[in-house]
């Protein structure tokens, strides 16, 4: 026998798992000698169940802080965190995210929010006015007016970016320590009236005006989202 | 397809082989996965790159544990802290078949779980781990060896 051409481990696990080319495996198969050779390298049948077994045995998902970085690609933090929950497929409503899903990236981002990731004094005011001025640039939009919504109180504004197009996030807690956002970003649409619903147990109003596409989101409680939202949109 | 942090917990638990430890792990491969968003591309497998993380995290702190410990800083791909067998009071799973699964030497065991439980490909592993298809083919013919159905007790 041809040393060279002798039947290695590799090729019996290749064969093993039916990925070794036709030739091969009919070499294998005819080639009695090769038995205990392959039997020394049989897995147990009960392999697979075994470690699926283990997957009822994780914890649950402990809650994570929202990645703080001022340009984390937003779409990435959703993708993530709704991949972590639902399952791997990332899917299209989120990557798609430049249009009407682009409301759902922001909420599933919103919902990592907790009253701890908002904590402490607001935003230093120059740093502030920074953003906003970015998002005049990239928007049109003066938002400092969008700093004052009644019953809530304005912690910070951030750069984000979905889908590489400009978003504004501005960030608030209410009374009761619950975190809302107002999110700013270009969109294909010109104009669309408030439009509220839940999303991803939180509620939220978005509306378009001269093809900027805005969302307030927070808390449960859809008549006062959609009541704040109509004071923003007729302020800015 | 299952959900992706079970699925990070139970390789976490394959890499560690303690409860505690995983648990630490999959939080710790979390955290740095949503501060490091940056680094996904689109279009890549968010899994993988999750499963590659943790694994790369796990061995920076067996890394550093050996450095401490006097060994003097070696490749990762040759740390064998994970040859050691567990005895007993550390045996974490009841089953015989995790056992053996869980005696591996690390990269065998990486290899084993990756392509036999996560499913993978051949090829998708060694970009993983970063070694050439060759390597993962040793490492699963080794690691099919020591779990096979009529292994006994102190052979190799």
């Given at each position: 026998m041809d040393q060279t051409n002798a039947v290695t481990d590799a090729d019996l696990v290749a064969y093993l798992d039916g990925l070794c080319p036709p030739e091969m495996a009919r070499r294998i198969e005819s080639d009695p000698s090769l038995g205990p050779r392959l039997q020394a390298l049989t897995l147990p049948d009960e392999l697979q169940a075994e470690f699926d077994a283990l997957l009822a045995q994780a914890p649950a998902m402990p809650s994570m802080q929202a990645a703080n970085s001022d340009t984390a690609p937003l779409r990435n933090v959703a993708a993530l965190a709704a991949a972590f929950v639902v399952g791997v497929a990332i899917s299209a409503a989120i990557f798609g995210?430049?249009?009407?899903?682009w409301v759902d990236a922001v909420a599933s981002y919103q919902a990592?929010?907790?009253?701890e990731t908002l904590a402490?004094?607001?935003?230093d005011a120059g740093r502030t006015a920074e953003v906003l001025a970015q998002a005049r640039a990239a928007?049109?939009?003066?938002?400092?007016?969008?700093?004052?919504?009644?019953?809530l109180a304005f912690k910070r504004a951030q750069v984000l970016s979905i889908d590489g197009a400009f978003l504004l996030q501005l960030a608030y807690l209410d009374d009761a320590g619950r975190p809302f956002a107002l999110c700013v970003t270009p969109v294909a649409t010109d104009v669309a009236d408030l439009a509220t619903k839940m999303r991803f147990d939180l509620a939220a109003t978005h509306w378009v005006d001269g093809g900027v596409g805005f969302v307030l989101i927070g808390g449960e409680d859809i008549v006062r989202v959609e009541d704040m939202a109509r004071q923003v949109r007729a302020a800015l | 397809m299952a959900a992706l942090y079970p699925r990070l917990w139970r390789f976490a638990l394959v890499l560690t082989r303690d409860r505690a430890a995983a648990d630490d792990l999959a939080q710790k491969t979390c955290e740095r996965a949503l501060s490091r968003?940056?680094?996904?591309?689109?279009?890549?497998h968010l899994d993988r790159w999750v499963f590659t993380l943790a694994r790369r995290i796990w061995l920076n702190e067996l890394r550093a544990g050996a450095v401490r410990r006097g060994a003097g800083v070696v490749p990762v791909e040759e740390i064998e802290i994970a040859d050691e067998k567990p005895d007993a009071e550390t045996n974490i799973f009841a089953s015989e078949v995790l056992t053996r699964v869980q005696a591996l030497p690390e990269a065998q065991r990486m290899a084993m779980v990756l392509v036999y439980?996560?499913?993978?490909?051949y090829g998708e592993v060694a970009e993983m781990m970063d070694v050439p298809v060759g390597t993962i083919m040793s490492r699963l013919a080794a690691a099919r060896k020591r779990v096979a159905k009529d292994v006994t007790h102190g052979s190799d």
């Open positions: 995210a430049r249009g009407p899903n990592l929010y907790v009253a402490g004094p607001a935003q928007t049109g939009v003066d938002m400092s007016a969008a700093k004052v919504i009644e019953g | 968003t940056d680094q996904f591309a689109e279009g890549t439980v996560e499913g993978y490909t």
